[in-house]
């Protein structure tokens, strides 16, 4: 069973990940249309589209730039260069192992980096300016931001020592997720709890959203959430109290106008405002 799913993903077609990811935005969708955790009266399908945009162009900066990575992972392995390739470990412990530190370096670093480094944040906070978080969301990303993060992608792959199976595994993992945990559905409280001590929860990355720090400079995981709380950076609040946004870039211009919103890394750097932790929250 394991060797089938390694050979499938090392040799995973075009096509399969494209309905990975096309698969989830229905599925995801579906669900918020029968349990949402906010309002579905926000101009649902126009405000989708502003974000279906940046999906598109987050997949044709992958498809352009996807042979540096498959060279990478290539390389790395033909040298016996990273962590995996110096150890002698069981397939199921190599992909464990494999696919918590890819998620460690390959996403929850590079977004902390991203939050904490004001050039990466003004390519960063276009993800952020959505007002209306759900599963459209989670490829709402300036194609700066697709090579940043596709650059750690290949930095993560390189120190983990990953074959060409592991990456397609965890970024078709990471796709999945990352569409889970930023679309708009309410979960059962004993679901949620059970699931967020290994996973990230719409419950969980939701609070990422709101729209003033501290809240947005915490929960910062994608996959496994126990990153955040190794690192401190992991908190809970009432959901349904959230907004979302961020408070530097709240007016229509800056949230739904796609021209507008390429040009913002390239404008003066707006600082968050001064910001107090609320009651509610």
């Not at 040298?79 to 890819?102: F, K, R, S, T, Y």
């Not at 590079?110 to 004001?118: I, N, Q, S």
């Not at 199976?165 to 309410?186: E, I, T």
């Not at 699931?195 to 719409?202: E, G």
Request: glycine share 4%; charged share 15%.
């Amino acid at each position: 069973m394991l060797e089938t799913i390694i050979s499938y993903f090392a040799e995973i077609p075009s096509s399969h990940r494209t309905m990975i990811l096309v698969g989830g935005l229905v599925f995801f969708s579906l669900v918020e249309s029968a349990v949402p955790l906010m309002s579905l009266d926000y101009g649902r399908w126009r405000h989708a589209l502003v974000n279906i945009f940046f999906t598109l162009t987050t997949i044709l900066v992958n498809f352009f730039l996807a042979f540096s990575l498959v060279m990478s992972s290539d390389w790395v392995v033909a040298n016996g260069v990273g962590l995996l390739q110096w150890v002698d470990l069981p397939l199921a412990i190599e992909l464990v192992i494999g696919l918590l530190l890819m998620d460690l370096l390959g996403a929850y670093a590079p977004h902390w980096v991203e939050h904490h480094v004001k050039w990466m944040w003004k390519f960063h906070l276009i993800h952020h300016t959505d007002q209306h978080v759900d599963v459209t969301s989670a490829n709402r990303h300036h194609p700066g931001e697709s090579v940043i993060r596709l650059a750690f992608t290949i930095a993560a792959a390189v120190i983990v020592g990953a074959p060409m199976w592991l990456v397609f595994l965890y970024q078709s993992m990471s796709v999945v997720l990352s569409q889970f945990n930023h679309s708009n559905v309410v979960l059962p409280d004993w679901l949620d709890k059970t699931l967020v001590y290994i996973i990230c929860t719409p419950n969980m990355h939701h609070v990422h959203h709101h729209y003033r720090m501290p809240y947005s400079d915490m929960n910062y995981g994608n996959i496994f959430s126990f990153w955040d709380r190794m690192f401190g950076t992991y908190t809970e609040v009432d959901n349904s109290k959230l907004v979302y946004g961020v408070d530097t870039h709240m007016s229509a211009k800056d949230t739904k106008q796609v021209g507008q919103l390429l040009k913002i890394p390239f404008e003066q750097y707006k600082e968050h405002l001064t910001y107090e932790k609320t009651e509610f929250l």
